[in-house]
């Protein structure tokens, strides 16, 4: 048993590097221009889908790929948002970046559909299904390789946020869009381009999720519920909150699975609502993320 | 202005007799009773082209459809053409509901086919019901259809409970000392998968095959790696898995090969019988072997009809005869049923067609024989187990059934 629990906190903490992955974008698209972008999902499965064009067609390592896959997704993201959301102001523009975000949910699943049909594929490449024996049990290579993606982008984004003058420009309209204008900062350049950031890191989640499941152009759904619930218990807007929230949530998953695996999707959940109940602002709050 | 009193009345007492008068006139449309035309036979029917059981709603898709050209290529239904109404459920259950009142009640549709899966065929039988509709379909087969008891039910397929009977039946015939003495039984919580599983596991454990897992897992789970290393550290030597499509038993495999481990058996639900979508999904050829799954119809299926309809299928849809789903077959097979028993009735009546299904008449289809008992299930089709052996999905069991060849036992290790 002690074997079975060490293993399952294994595949938790590994299984929430790749949520994270997934998540990242998410939370900063949020964090930044208060979009629910309830297309992450769908292009979560676009960059798996990019990633098989590469692997399948071109024979293009998916490691490799993602030098090519992750420019591809920011152009897709800003010209997302520079085609759907810029435009949406007033009262009504959270509504209707939700509508919006949606919409793009639905073209990119029909484009996917017309594209590779709705037979299941998945990507291999000779890592995918090996594993490394430590500590007395196998940890798959795919996973492990994912984890270490997570931290990089998680710092990667770090110190595009608290070390460039973008990153500055980014906080500064996160704090307050109207006085980053008056000092001169270009908001709707900042914000096309942090979509766009938020897009291309969804283009290494693409990869890996891809390489961990097979999947359709339908398989975004099943993830857009995960990924909203773990941003929301990181505190929307805190990448490295989203990676701990993560491991959190996919740990005690990974654990219920052990006795009783029908409940997982329901503790699943509702750890998010126990912790949310002491701590209404997610574990890393929003204000404390932009006050940084 | 001056009102209306009684011209109000009037209104509101005329409007109720109008809207009294279209609910009666629906309640009692009778399945298909309008009387017949020159125009085309219009069938409706709800599939999941979107949604998680778009894989399998878009190849009954292209069975019906399949069908539809045969049937206008040989003169149509007593002599008047056919003609399909689609619509698409997102594989949801509400939505299913919706399609069938939809086509039933506006569209008034002649006759229905059946969606795909038992959760979306079971409360679209009730609507068929409702309005008196012989419900033919053919991925209705579990329990919750079944129990049910509606007796315009009709299950061209195999029930599946007993799909994994042929599996169990072999285990039995085998020399103890080659018995697996093992299992593990994972199974998603889904009206398909766990009846089947649960019964085979009911009838190994007497033969002294010690279960060592067996457990329900969500359906929706979008991560199999922690299920698949806890059974993978019990090491089971038949690996018994409730899957309902590929990404399940993919996810099971590929958990496998990473923590080194390797059943003698393992057979899975549903996944493997999709062709060369489960081929692909796992990685090639080399992963797919001595993989086993139960099913009533292959590709290979030794029946001219059956052999017709894959050419066919190739030759409208491209690739390979071994890449035929079997759900093209269910469908195809609903077609032929429904039209037999229109021919048979000269009519589409629903009561008149619901009687004559019911009237134990045996039908043919390119599954084999059809026959209907009380409560719709076809207790003429016969299970067969069908294994992946070096790129070629086979018909293993039962070992003594025409077409059947050597099981592959045990099974290979993993390719990569």
């Known amino acids: 048993m002690g074997t079975e629990i060490a293993h399952a906190i294994a595949d938790g903490i590994l299984g929430g590097g790749v949520y994270a992955l997934m998540a990242a974008g998410l939370t900063l698209v949020f964090g930044v221009l208060d979009i629910i972008n309830v297309a992450q999902g769908i292009l979560v499965v676009l960059g798996a889908y990019l990633s098989y064009v590469l692997s399948v067609h071109l024979h293009i390592d998916l490691l490799v790929g993602l030098l090519i896959t992750v420019p591809a997704m920011f152009v897709i993201g800003v010209v997302i948002y520079w085609l759907f959301i810029r435009t949406l102001r007033g009262a009504e523009r959270t509504s209707m970046t939700l509508l919006a975000c949606f919409a793009v949910a639905l073209i990119i699943e029909g484009v996917l559909y017309r594209e590779f049909g709705s037979n299941y594929v998945s990507l291999n490449a000779w890592y995918v299904n090996q594993s490394v024996h430590i500590l007395g049990f196998y940890l798959a290579d795919i996973y492990l390789i994912g984890f270490g993606l997570a931290v990089a982008a998680v710092v990667v984004l770090y110190l595009i946020l608290y070390r460039t003058t973008f990153g500055r420009a980014v906080r500064a309209t996160m704090q307050n869009q109207t006085a980053a204008r008056l ?96 701590r209404p602002q997610g574990l890393f709050g929003r204000h404390a993320v932009r006050a940084q | 202005m001056r009102s209306h009193p009684h011209r109000a009345r009037y209104l509101a007492l005329g409007t109720t007799a109008l809207l009294a008068a279209a609910l009666i006139a629906g309640c009692s449309s009778g399945g298909g009773s309008k009387p017949s035309s020159s125009g085309p036979i219009i069938i409706g029917t709800s599939l999941s082209l979107t949604g998680d059981f778009s894989t399998d709603g878009i190849a009954f898709e292209k069975g019906y459809e399949l069908w539809v050209h045969d049937i206008n290529a040989h003169g149509g239904i007593m002599g008047r053409k056919v003609q399909l109404d689609i619509l698409n459920d997102n594989s949801s259950q509400t939505q299913v509901v919706t399609n069938y009142t939809d086509l039933i009640n506006v569209k008034h549709v002649d006759l229905t086919f059946g969606p795909f899966s038992s959760l979306l065929t079971a409360p679209a039988a009730e609507v068929a019901h409702r309005y008196n509709f012989a419900f033919i379909e053919g991925a209705g087969g579990s329990p919750l259809v079944f129990g049910e008891k509606l007796p315009d039910v009709f299950d061209v397929a195999l029930p599946v409970a007993n799909e994994l009977d042929p599996f169990v039946n072999w285990i039995k015939s085998l020399p103890a000392s080659q018995r697996p003495t093992t299992a593990a039984y994972p ?76 059943p003698k058996v393992f057979v899975a639900a549903a996944g493997p019988d999709q062709g060369s979508a489960f081929e692909s999904a796992v990685g090639g050829p080399g992963n797919a072997n001595g993989m086993m799954v139960p099913d009533a119809w292959y590709p290979g299926y030794p029946s001219a009809t059956s052999q017709a309809m894959v050419n066919e299928y190739v030759a409208k849809y491209g690739g390979t005869a071994s890449g035929v789903n079997a759900d093209v077959a269910e469908a195809y097979s609903v077609g032929e049923v429904t039209a037999q028993a229109v021919e048979a009735t000269h009519s589409l009546s629903g009561p008149k067609l619901i009687a004559y299904l019911h009237s134990g008449v045996t039908l043919t289809s390119v599954e084999g024989p059809v026959s209907f008992n009380s409560i719709g299930e076809n207790v003429k089709a016969i299970a067969f187990i069908f294994q992946w052996q070096n790129g070629k999905f086979v018909q293993v069991l039962p070992t003594t059934a025409t077409g059947s060849v050597p099981i592959l036992y045990p099974k290979t290790n993993w390719s990569s």
């Not at chain 2, 698949?228 to 590929?246: F, T």
């Open chain 1, 183 to 278: 000092i001169g900062i270009d908001v709707n350049r900042v914000a096309a381009l942090t979509f766009g950031i938020g897009v291309a890191v969804t283009a290494i989640g693409g990869m890996v999720y891809g390489s961990i499941t097979s999947f359709t152009p339908n398989s975004g759904y099943d993830l857009i519920s995960r990924l909203l619930a773990i941003v929301i218990l990181a505190g929307m807007g805190s990448i490295g909150g989203a990676l701990a929230a993560a491991v959190f949530m996919t740990t005690i998953e990974a654990l219920v699975d052990i006795w009783q695996p029908d409940w997982s999707i329901v503790v699943f959940y509702l750890a998010m609502v126990i912790v949310l109940t002491f």
């Open chain 2, 187 to 262: 199974m998603a919580n889904d009206p398909f998968a766990t009846p089947q599983v649960q019964l085979a596991q009911s009838e190994l454990q007497p033969l002294g095959i010690k279960t060592l897992y067996s457990k329900i897992f969500p359906e929706e789970e979008p991560d199999y790696l922690p299920n698949a290393d806890i059974v993978a550290g019990k090491k089971p030597q038949a690996v018994i898995l409730g899957s309902v499509d590929v990404p399940t038993v993919a996810a099971f495999m590929k958990g496998f090969e990473e923590q080194h481990y390797n």
